[in-house]
Structure formats: C-alpha cells, structure tokens
C-alpha cells in the first residue's frame, strides 16, 4: 500500500515506512503494537459502557434516606471485616447521618461540606449551563433506563460489527465509531439539559459503537495473529475488563472531586487523543502495514497460509447459510451465551446483591467492586499463555484444548456463584468466591473467545459478531430475572440463592453443550469463494 508523501515535516514524522515515527518504532514488533492498539480499543469501549451506571448517582436527584436495608446491614462487624476492602464504606452512613444533623439544625451549610450535597437541582427551564455539578430532579425510573439503553444498542451493534468489518475493514470500522462514541459522550451533558428521552436515545448510540468494536477486534486478530499467538492476542480484547478497573475510581474521583460533567468531558477528550494513536499506527493487515520489517511480515504470512485468505472477503462471499448450520458453530454460540451471562451478571447483578441483599455501601471506586474483574484480567493472561505454549508444543489438540478451557471458564465459575449465595454476610468469603468465579472466567480467552479463530480465520469477525449479538441479549434477561426472583420480595439471600443457582446452571449447561458440539478444526466453509466463478458455474 503506497502512501502519497508531503514535504510536510509533520507528515514526513507521521507517514510512509522511513518516517521518523516508524523508525522509533521499528525495533517494537509490529503485532505488539496492534495488540496494544486492540487492547486501547476495548479498554475505552467499556469505559464509555460505564460512565452512565457510575454517573446516574450523581446525575440524579437521590431519594432521601437510606433505602438499601438488607439482612446484614445492622451486622456492623462484617463492615469493618472489609474496610480495608472498601475505604469509603462508611461514607453513605456518614452521609445520612449528616442530613439527619440537617433536618435538626436549619443552620448547617450544605455547601461548605466536604460532601458536597446540593440541595437545589437543575430547573427544567434553565438555559444549557457547564459544569454547575447540579442534579437532575428525574424519577427513580429514568435511571433505570439511562442504564439499560446501552444494551439496546449493544445487541445489534454486534451484528453490525461484524459485516462492516467485512465491509470496510475493521481499521475505519473501529476508528470511525469510536469517534463517534467520544463526541456523544462528550456532549453528553447537553444533551441531558435538552431532555432525557433524547439522552436515551445517544446511550443507545453508543451501545451500537460498543458492540461493533469486538467484532472489527476479532477481525484484526485473525489477520495479524501467528496461530501459535492467538491465545495472546485474544487476551488483548480483555481490555475491556481493564477498562473496568480503571473507569470505576477514574470517573468517580472526577465526579466527586470536580463535579458530574467533567466525569463526562475528562474521559471524552482523552479518547479522542488515543483515537489520534489507533488512526496512525493501526492497519488492517501486515499486507497493508507501510512500517512492518520484511522479516516479520513474512513470519505472520508464511505462519498463516492456506488459513488466511490474503484479500479481504466480502459480504457476497460470506458462506451464511453454512455457518448458521453449522455444529461446531452452533455449539459455540451456546458456550458464549453462558460466557456472557456471568460477565452482564456481574456488570448487572453484583452490587444489587451486595447493596440490596446484604446492607453494604460499596461506593464508587470501591477495591471491592474491582477485585473480581482484576482477577479476570489476571487468570486470563495465565491461561492465554499456558494455552499459547501447549498449542506450539502440541501437547494436545486444539480441539481438546478448548473444551478442557471450558471447564475453568464455565463449569468452576458456576460453582462459585452458588456458594456466593450460601455466604450470608460473611462478606470476606463472598468476595473471594466472586473473585475466584469471574477469575477463572478469565479461561474463555482459550476457549470460547479464541474457538471462533479456530473454525475460521476469514470470517472471524463475522461470526464473532453473530455469536456475541445473541450472547449480548443476556444483559436484557439478567435485570428483570433478577427483579422477578430476588427484588420484588426485598431481596431476601434465600432468593438470591435461586438466581445464584440459575446463573451457574446457565454456564455449566452451556458448557455442556459446547463440550459434545464444539471443534477446534478450521470448517470446511473457511474457504473463501471466487463469486465470479460461482456465477460462470451456474451460467
């Protein structure tokens, strides 16, 4: 791929392959920084997933008092067990303690606390205004739904992911959405002043750009990956759980230290510096890539042939009908919906139960929340590398090895969900088995994340995006189940010891599933078609 050269000196330092940039980095393997890239992309995918459920507290006028009850919440020993888990677990007391005092003695200054409750909201009629850190006076069921519109974007925006990176390749599909969710959130604020239905309507937005990333990644993955690497760079897609830990005390710090918006703006504006990064030093294939030494070109090319097409296929050429009927396909779906069921029950149901069950006040930015994510993000880069060395020594196959993953990915996390709900308020305990669950978890980067790789390199993309639009839609079934089984009897633990036991008997069955269906072979409709032929054939 030729790139036109200006006697610019910034263009001289950004493009073509004797740049200044490609020269500083040429002694930095060329994949390694699409892994790093990959790994960028989904980190700020997931952060833009999460500014909204963090941002709704602060956003939104609260209820007064204290609503979360629970059976542990008089149980004062149990918080202290975990402050050092959770510094600011006291901080919620502390506050209804401070508008009880208020309530009581009309002098108190709301505005010299170091809290930071402001008693006036935002009138509806008031002109658009920056950064005033005043709430919203919305009812309790707006929030609901300002959290739930990502989902409703997310699911088709998988599909979406996949044919149009088929389409354009996954470079402008990732780069172009990720602009977009940027300067949706960034204008965020605004949009909440003009009317709430149209905020809605801009997180549904961007549940469409968030779904799309993985797909476009997976697509990137089958070009730029050597078969013994795979494992590796899957792992790289756990970007997103990284972002996780990362968005929770970032946006919250900001929220709470400065106010609201900037919990908005911050994070916005430093996307669309790393958006200048993934537009310059992204390419879809080493083919493409105008910095790549020869040497490592030919290793990922020799490595991959007879696997890879070397052009892009298009969407005519796309066997549909072959994939949707096929066995191994089929099966993999399944283990990736039980995947996605315990990550969105998790994301979804994990601090309802802990706030609402049990009676803690985890607060924003809380260790507590993060741990089990970080432990995901640790036990996947073991089990990536692990499966990366077993894969290149040819220990066992590819086939065994993804279904052996599938029990530390599904069958043990599930254990550890139902002996959550038998331990009571024994919070320790509780956070070290939801730890452990999501941690092992932590094996679908060699099993259900990595198998689509296996059963086709040309359209992993493509049916990653079809795999991942069913297993999305578990994050609309997870709030309402919930809701049915444990909330509407005040969440009491015998109830939540059901939906503990439903969530584990969705993941061990789908892995069951998976382990009498699933391959590890590349299918026979991998092969991309010549459509010019085909026509001539029928002809």
């Known amino acids: 791929m030729s790139i036109p050269q200006s006697s610019s000196g910034v263009s001289q330092f950004f493009t073509g392959p004797d740049s200044i940039t490609w020269k500083l980095l040429r002694w930095i393997p060329t994949r390694v920084i699409i892994c790093l890239m990959m790994f960028t992309a989904c980190w700020t995918s997931y952060m833009c997933r999460l500014q909204m459920p963090i941002l709704a507290v602060p956003m939104i006028k609260a209820l007064p008092g204290n609503e979360s009850g629970g059976a542990c919440a008089e149980q004062h020993r149990v918080r202290r067990a975990i402050s050092w888990l959770d510094p600011g677990a006291y901080l919620e007391d502390h506050i209804l303690q401070q508008k009880l005092e208020a309530a009581q003695d009309d002098e108190v200054d709301y505005h010299s606390s170091s809290i930071r409750l402001p008693r006036e909201t935002r009138p509806s009629d008031a002109p658009i205004q920056f950064a005033t850190g005043l709430p919203f006076d919305w009812q309790p069921q707006i929030r609901g739904q300002l959290i739930a519109a990502y989902s409703y974007g997310n699911v088709p925006g998988n599909l979406m992911g996949g044919i149009l990176a088929l389409r354009w390749g996954p470079k402008k599909v990732i780069l172009w959405t990720s602009l977009l969710a940027a300067v949706v959130c960034l204008f965020t604020p605004i949009f909440a002043q003009i009317h709430w239905g149209l905020l809605i309507f801009m997180r549904i937005v961007v549940g469409v750009t968030g779904g799309v990333t993985f797909p476009a990644c997976h697509t990137l993955v089958a070009k730029w990956a050597p078969p013994d690497e795979k494992a590796r760079f899957v792992w790289s897609l756990l970007g997103g759980t990284f972002g996780t830990i990362l968005t929770y005390p970032l946006v919250a710090v900001i929220a709470e ?42 290793y990922i090319l020799s490595s991959q042939a007879g696997t890879v097409a070397a052009k892009k296929p298009s969407l005519a050429q796309t066997p549909i009908k072959a994939i949707l009927t096929s066995v191994p396909f089929i099966s993999l779906v399944c283990c990736h919906f039980g995947n996605l069921f315990l990550v969105f029950f998790f994301q979804n149901a994990m601090m309802l139960y802990l706030t609402k069950a049990l009676g803690f006040q985890l607060t924003k930015g809380g260790l507590a929340a993060s741990l089990p994510w970080a432990g995901r993000m640790f036990f996947g880069f073991i089990f990536s590398w692990g499966g990366d060395t077993l894969k290149r020594k040819q220990i066992v196959s590819i086939t065994v090895l993804r279904k052996g993953a599938t029990i530390f990915s599904h069958f043990i996390p599930g254990i550890f969900l139902i002996l959550v709900g038998y331990a009571g308020c024994r919070l320790f305990v509780a956070n070290v088995f939801l730890v452990l669950a999501l941690g092992f978890n932590g094996a679908a980067s060699i099993s259900n994340l990595s198998n689509n790789q296996d059963l086709s390199p040309n359209y992993a993309g493509f049916i990653y995006g079809i795999m991942n639009t069913i297993g999305a839609t578990s994050g609309m079934i997870i709030p309402p189940l919930v809701e049915e089984i444990a909330g509407k009897y005040g969440n009491p633990i015998e109830r939540w010891q059901i939906v503990f036991w439903i969530g584990a008997a969705v993941c061990i069955i789908c892995m069951v599933i998976f382990l009498f269906g699933g391959s590890g072979n590349i299918q026979p409709w991998n092969e991309v078609r010549d459509t010019d032929r085909t026509e001539e054939g029928r002809n």
């Not at 916005?268 to 490592?296: C, K, Q, R």
């Open 257 to 298: 230290k400065i106010n609201w918006e900037n919990g908005w703006y911050i994070p916005s504006l430093l996307m669309l510096v790393w958006i200048m990064f993934f537009a310059i030093l992204t390419y879809d294939s080493p083919s493409e890539h105008p910095g790549i030494s020869d040497e490592e070109k030919q």
